[in-house]
């Protein structure tokens, strides 16, 4: 290291250092901002050494210039209208009655809205979830026609289906809003969890791994079922399940009433016409708020996911109940038609 | 010679340049803990340098292609703990494909040569497979604690592996990853004389253990201090656990579904009010009102709750904060309302971090939620507020300007207005002035995400006032390329800068050359930078690793994905075919 002689002129400059080194560590437990921490902060650079910023800058636009590295269109002199303008006359023409528009990531849930109104389309992908290496095309949010010259995604990707377009709105974001796929799932069937798997394991994507088990009773029956809601995919089902499990329940239950006759060839009548007040019986439910609500009004994943017990009641009481609480304004109408 | 003919000579004979014994110097060395003071302080002299190596006990690797395990293993050789993170934070929203890197492994098998001693490994963001945790486990006979955050590729297998072999663990945490699970008999794995447990985390894991096993671990798992369940522990299950474990501190309950009779409810009740010392308190899957009054007894000393898996409304949460003076940390969703976060500014004084998830972020036809009048009546309320993260559906600049004027001290300001591009609801004006408000008026803010309809304004502002910024996240802003050059010349603490759909293009990612290398990293998506920009960047810059991820059937010269970061090991070599890695060398 340091020679013989050195040290001799060393000497003086030890002693100088010993106070500057305390220095700067008090000034480590006092501020973290202190301009010494900044000096002696990790640089990959030689320390002390100021990259001139300017000087450089000049440099490199210069060669920009010369290599024309705007040839994309995307010229910083070309004055093209800011996004603000042209995300302000959308928001505008979305207020004209319209609700805001969804960030889906997986299809699957809901309907993805399209976006090929006129004169407001834009160039949206859907994209898939869960991606394997080189992702489909990037959506686009930012509307305009200068957009599309400067960063023209290949049209042909385009692949919105054409459901039922409730606003000119964009259309799906990939990974917008930014939540973790833990939270994403919350909503939609409040049994599961688990992110889908890694493609490689080739393994089938398990949303469920435990059943939702509710119960479910019925006016005049004293026995209560359990039902595992994820073994249906719809109201028609859980309908034909209510038959199903009670109708002999039923039958049983009128004919210890009449006082023991027994007739044997009577299995009970069906039940039906629970979901839309045809029947004897209608079937409701009580929901995470503890509101007592008719079945069938929401989509099947949005009950499945508010929905605490069951109960099969007769209809002529059903009638006393109003006809939704609060909850129900927030479903629009064309919802209820579609159960129908 | 002259007088103190000992002393001179001692000098003399001395080669360093440290007046101190080497053993004082890392013995003092040794107490620093920060890794940013650790790395200052080893820029002194060699000798220093030489001396926090040595006394280095624990290293933190932001980004674990900046360098190698190699050259970590060489410049600290007595290293026990490690933190290594891998991916860039935008894949835990999709953005990056599964296959692209971040393999655990390769540093493992360094560590197993050189730290076989290595008693912690915390993994954020990392590809973690069945085979690396094997090896982890049967490699390291001192390891002792795991943490794994948002890592994936590994199922409950590599669990039981854990498990099976590391008779001396004392911390699992699994938290949030994207695991494969298997089946729950992992837990089944820790052998009958395993006692040193002290956090066991496996809330978010689905499938049912075997709940006698757990039951016996917990009971002789004397210093159990952190124990968070998953789903599948039951309200009864839970009361025999807190039975045995009544020193715990940190507490995730299983599902609260309603299923007790009254006695086992007064059991319950009773369990709870043995948690004397209860600080952290979550999970709460499927609460549902009837039992969260069983909750209460514990509450009194909580300073985080996390209840951001639980749909409650606003009057459940303003009972359950009444139980709770102390509070710190609220981690709540948006089913709480604005009346809920009006409970919480009415009785959480002490409140320092509050974060507000959506129930449900991707419903088109949702009304309720939260709005600015939430985030307002918090503010009121809880003037040390400091942390926040907000997931709303509308926000007015006026309302953030009395926020930042409440709560001046924000370190971490997170708004998420979910709708991209969204103006002022009011006024119809970007929200410029409610960010510009923000950087103006809290000088200590480190972290900041910006949402909503912005120009380049935002971002002049951001560049002017945030100084003491390091990570920004951008979505859908800008008008220009002005947006960016103005964060990259303005904020000198900057370290990570994520932007994605924003209308910059190479002429701002250039601006920074200077920059980038005092960055960890720079991720651009869906902007407007082309390869021929990225190709000058990596050329202008050898020691940056510049890699572009190209999204199918997009344009030949568009860079749809850049990541940009410093490296002192030159571009890596386990790229996928989708990432093409653009060197200057």
Same mark, same amino acid.
């Given at each position: 290291?340091?020679?013989?002689?050195?040290?001799?002129?060393?000497?003086?400059?030890?002693?100088?250092?010993?106070?500057?080194?305390?220095?700067?560590?008090?000034?480590?437990?006092?501020?973290?901002?202190?301009?010494?921490?900044?000096?002696?902060?990790?640089?990959?650079?030689?320390?002390?050494?100021?990259?001139?910023?300017?000087?450089?800058?000049?440099?490199?636009?210069?060669?920009?210039?010369?290599? &024309?590295?705007?040839?994309?269109?995307?010229?910083?002199?070309?004055?093209?209208?800011?996004?603000?303008?042209?995300?302000?006359?959308?928001?505008?023409?979305?207020?004209?009655?319209?609700?805001?528009?969804?960030?889906?990531?997986?299809?699957?849930?809901?309907?993805?809205?399209?976006?090929?109104?006129?004169?407001?389309?834009?160039?949206?992908?859907?994209?898939?979830?869960?991606?394997?290496?080189?992702?489909?095309?990037?959506?686009? $949010?930012?509307?305009?026609?200068?957009?599309?010259?400067?960063?023209?995604?290949?049209?042909?990707?385009?692949?919105?289906?054409?459901?039922?377009?409730?606003?000119?709105?964009?259309?799906?974001?990939?990974?917008?809003?930014?939540?973790?796929?833990?939270?994403?799932?919350l909503a939609?069937s409040s049994g599961s969890y688990?992110?889908?798997?890694?493609?490689?394991?080739?393994?089938?994507?398990?949303?469920c791994k435990k059943g939702l088990f509710v119960k479910i009773n019925m006016e005049g029956v004293p026995i209560g079922r359990k039902v595992d809601l994820k073994a249906y995919?719809?109201?028609?089902?859980l309908?034909?399940a209510v038959?199903e499990l009670f109708?002999g329940l039923l039958?049983a239950q009128?004919?210890s009433s009449?006082?023991?006759?027994?007739?044997?060839?009577?299995?009970?009548?069906?039940i039906?016409?629970v979901?839309?007040?045809?029947?004897?019986y209608t079937l409701v439910y009580e929901d995470n708020e503890g509101d007592r609500m008719l079945v069938?009004?929401?989509?099947?994943?949005m009950f499945v996911s508010t929905v605490k017990r069951l109960r099969v009641l007769k209809?002529?009481e059903v009638?006393a109940l109003s006809?939704?609480s609060i909850k129900?304004?927030?479903?629009?109408?064309?919802?209820?038609?579609?159960?129908? | 010679?002259?007088?103190?003919?000992?002393?001179?000579?001692?000098?003399?004979?001395?080669?360093?340049?440290?007046?101190?014994?080497?053993? *004082?110097?890392?013995?003092?060395?040794?107490?620093?803990?920060?890794?940013?003071?650790?790395?200052?302080?080893?820029?002194?002299?060699?000798?220093?340098?030489?001396?926090?190596?040595?006394?280095?006990?624990?290293?933190?690797?932001?980004?674990?292609?900046?360098?190698?395990?190699?050259?970590?293993?060489?410049?600290?050789?007595?290293?026990?703990?490690?933190?290594?993170?891998?991916?860039?934070?935008?894949?835990?929203?999709?953005?990056?494909?599964?296959?692209?890197?971040?393999?655990?492994?390769?540093?493992?098998?360094?560590?197993?040569?050189?730290?076989?001693?290595?008693?912690?490994?915390?993994?954020?963001?990392?590809?973690?497979?069945?085979?690396? $945790?094997?090896?982890?486990?049967?490699?390291?006979?001192?390891?002792?604690?795991?943490?794994?955050?948002?890592?994936?590729?590994?199922?409950?297998?590599? $669990?039981?592996?854990?498990?099976?072999?590391?008779?001396?663990?004392?911390?699992?945490?699994?938290?949030?990853?994207?695991?494969?699970?298997?089946?729950g008999?992992?837990l089944s794995?820790?052998?009958?004389?395993?006692?040193?447990?002290?956090?066991l985390n496996f809330a978010n894991l689905n499938t049912d253990v075997n709940f006698d096993a757990l039951e016996r671990l917990v009971s002789r798992c004397k210093?159990l201090k952190v124990l968070k369940a998953s789903k599948s522990i039951s309200l009864e299950h839970l009361q025999r656990l807190l039975v045995c474990a009544p020193q715990l501190i940190e507490l995730g309950t299983g599902s609260l579904m309603p299923e007790l009779t009254a006695c086992q409810y007064a059991q319950l009740e009773n369990a709870f009010n043995q948690l004397k010392n209860l600080s952290t308190l979550s999970g709460l899957w499927e609460a549902s009102a009837p039992y969260l009054p069983v909750l209460y007894p514990a509450c009194t000393n909580l300073t985080f709750l996390n209840l951001s898996y639980a749909f409650l409304q606003s009057h459940e949460l303003e009972s359950l904060l009444c139980q709770c003076p102390h509070l710190?940390?609220l981690w709540v969703l948006?089913t709480v309302g604005?009346k809920g976060?009006?409970a919480v500014?009415s009785n959480c004084?002490?409140?320092?971090?509050?974060?507000?998830?959506?129930a449900?972020?991707?419903?088109?036809?949702?009304?309720?939620?939260?709005?600015?009048?939430?985030?307002?009546?918090?503010?009121?309320?809880?003037?040390?507020?400091?942390?926040?993260?907000?997931?709303?559906?509308?926000?007015?600049?006026?309302?953030?300007?009395?926020?930042?004027?409440?709560?001046?001290?924000?370190?971490?300001?997170?708004?998420?207005?979910?709708?991209?591009?969204?103006?002022?609801?009011?006024?119809?004006?970007?929200?410029?002035?409610?960010?510009?408000?923000?950087?103006?008026?809290?000088?200590?803010?480190?972290?900041?995400?910006?949402?909503?309809?912005?120009?380049?304004?935002?971002?002049?502002?951001?560049?002017?006032?945030?100084?003491?910024?390091?990570?920004?996240?951008?979505?859908?802003? &800008?008008?220009?390329?002005?947006?960016?050059?103005?964060?990259?010349?303005?904020?000198?603490?900057?370290?990570?800068?994520?932007?994605?759909?924003?209308?910059?293009?190479?002429?701002?990612?250039?601006?920074?050359?200077?920059?980038?290398?005092?960055?960890?990293?720079?991720?651009?998506?869906?902007?407007?930078?082309?390869?021929?920009?990225?190709?000058?960047?990596?050329?202008?810059?050898?020691?940056?690793?510049?890699?572009?991820?190209?999204?199918? &059937?997009?344009?030949?010269?568009?860079?749809?994905? *850049?990541?940009?970061?410093?490296?002192?090991?030159?571009?890596?070599?386990?790229?996928?075919?989708?990432?093409?890695?653009?060197?200057?060398?």
């Amino acid at each position: 290291m340091e020679g013989f002689s050195k040290n001799v002129e060393a000497c003086p400059r030890l002693l100088d250092l010993i106070p500057k080194e305390r220095e700067l560590l008090g000034d480590r437990e006092d501020e973290r901002s202190s301009s010494e921490e900044k000096k002696l902060e990790l640089r990959l650079g030689l320390p002390g050494e100021d990259w001139p910023l300017k000087n450089t800058r000049e440099r490199h636009e210069s060669q920009l210039n010369s290599f &024309g590295y705007f040839t994309n269109g995307n010229n910083q002199t070309q004055k093209f209208p800011s996004s603000a303008e042209n995300s302000h006359v959308w928001f505008n023409q979305q207020q004209k009655g319209q609700v805001a528009p969804p960030f889906l990531t997986f299809p699957s849930s809901t309907t993805p809205p399209t976006a090929t109104a006129p004169q407001q389309s834009l160039p949206v992908m859907a994209k898939e979830s869960s991606q394997p290496c080189c992702n489909k095309a990037v959506v686009e $949010l930012q509307q305009c026609a200068e957009k599309k010259a400067f960063s023209p995604p290949a049209p042909a990707n385009t692949a919105v289906p054409n459901s039922s377009q409730k606003r000119t709105a964009p259309g799906p974001v990939v990974g917008w809003p930014p939540i973790r796929s833990f939270r994403k799932n919350l909503a939609s069937s409040s049994g599961s969890y688990s992110k889908p798997t890694v493609e490689s394991l080739n393994k089938p994507v398990e949303t469920c791994k435990k059943g939702l088990f509710v119960k479910i009773n019925m006016e005049g029956v004293p026995i209560g079922r359990k039902v595992d809601l994820k073994a249906y995919d719809s109201y028609e089902k859980l309908s034909s399940a209510v038959d199903e499990l009670f109708r002999g329940l039923l039958a049983a239950q009128i004919d210890s009433s009449s006082n023991g006759i027994m007739n044997k060839q009577e299995e009970g009548k069906a039940i039906t016409g629970v979901l839309d007040g045809s029947g004897e019986y209608t079937l409701v439910y009580e929901d995470n708020e503890g509101d007592r609500m008719l079945v069938g009004d929401v989509p099947w994943h949005m009950f499945v996911s508010t929905v605490k017990r069951l109960r099969v009641l007769k209809s002529s009481e059903v009638s006393a109940l109003s006809r939704g609480s609060i909850k129900q304004e927030k479903v629009p109408g064309n919802y209820v038609n579609k159960l129908r | 010679m002259g007088p103190n003919p000992k002393m001179r000579k001692e000098f003399f004979d001395s080669t360093r340049s440290s007046p101190f014994p080497d053993e *004082v110097l890392e013995r003092v060395l040794s107490l620093l803990k920060s890794h940013k003071d650790r790395s200052a302080v080893s820029l002194v002299c060699k000798d220093w340098y030489n001396a926090e190596s040595w006394s280095r006990a624990h290293v933190f690797i932001g980004n674990c292609y900046s360098v190698s395990p190699e050259i970590v293993a060489r410049r600290f050789p007595r290293v026990k703990s490690v933190t290594l993170k891998g991916k860039p934070r935008f894949s835990d929203f999709n953005l990056v494909p599964e296959n692209w890197g971040a393999d655990v492994h390769p540093w493992l098998v360094v560590f197993a040569a050189k730290y076989p001693f290595l008693e912690e490994l915390r993994l954020k963001r990392m590809a973690v497979s069945d085979e690396s $945790l094997e090896f982890l486990a049967i490699n390291f006979p001192n390891f002792k604690v795991l943490s794994l955050l948002s890592c994936d590729g590994f199922s409950t297998d590599g $669990l039981a592996a854990i498990a099976t072999h590391c008779k001396n663990l004392t911390q699992l945490d699994i938290h949030e990853n994207g695991i494969d699970d298997k089946s729950g008999s992992w837990l089944s794995c820790f052998p009958e004389n395993f006692t040193s447990l002290e956090v066991l985390n496996f809330a978010n894991l689905n499938t049912d253990v075997n709940f006698d096993a757990l039951e016996r671990l917990v009971s002789r798992c004397k210093s159990l201090k952190v124990l968070k369940a998953s789903k599948s522990i039951s309200l009864e299950h839970l009361q025999r656990l807190l039975v045995c474990a009544p020193q715990l501190i940190e507490l995730g309950t299983g599902s609260l579904m309603p299923e007790l009779t009254a006695c086992q409810y007064a059991q319950l009740e009773n369990a709870f009010n043995q948690l004397k010392n209860l600080s952290t308190l979550s999970g709460l899957w499927e609460a549902s009102a009837p039992y969260l009054p069983v909750l209460y007894p514990a509450c009194t000393n909580l300073t985080f709750l996390n209840l951001s898996y639980a749909f409650l409304q606003s009057h459940e949460l303003e009972s359950l904060l009444c139980q709770c003076p102390h509070l710190r940390r609220l981690w709540v969703l948006d089913t709480v309302g604005d009346k809920g976060l009006e409970a919480v500014g009415s009785n959480c004084p002490l409140l320092e971090e509050l974060r507000v998830f959506p129930a449900d972020p991707f419903d088109e036809e949702v009304i309720h939620g939260v709005t600015e009048a939430g985030f307002l009546a918090v503010s009121y309320g809880c003037r040390r507020l400091h942390y926040v993260l907000y997931f709303c559906r509308q926000m007015t600049n006026a309302a953030v300007a009395t926020i930042v004027q409440n709560c001046p001290d924000f370190t971490h300001f997170r708004l998420c207005i979910m709708n991209p591009g969204q103006p002022d609801y009011v006024t119809n004006e970007p929200m410029d002035e409610a960010f510009g408000a923000v950087v103006r008026t809290c000088t200590k803010l480190q972290r900041l995400s910006v949402s909503g309809l912005l120009t380049d304004l935002t971002f002049e502002y951001i560049g002017q006032y945030a100084k003491n910024l390091e990570t920004l996240s951008v979505a859908f802003a &800008g008008s220009s390329d002005r947006g960016m050059q103005c964060m990259l010349e303005g904020c000198p603490k900057l370290r990570k800068l994520e932007i994605r759909d924003c209308p910059f293009g190479n002429a701002a990612l250039l601006s920074g050359l200077e920059k980038y290398e005092s960055m960890r990293s720079l991720w651009m998506s869906a902007c407007n930078v082309t390869m021929n920009g990225c190709r000058l960047l990596a050329r202008e810059m050898p020691r940056l690793n510049v890699e572009v991820m190209k999204d199918d &059937g997009s344009d030949d010269s568009q860079a749809d994905k *850049v990541y940009v970061y410093r490296s002192v090991v030159g571009p890596r070599r386990d790229a996928p075919p989708c990432v093409l890695t653009l060197s200057g060398l």
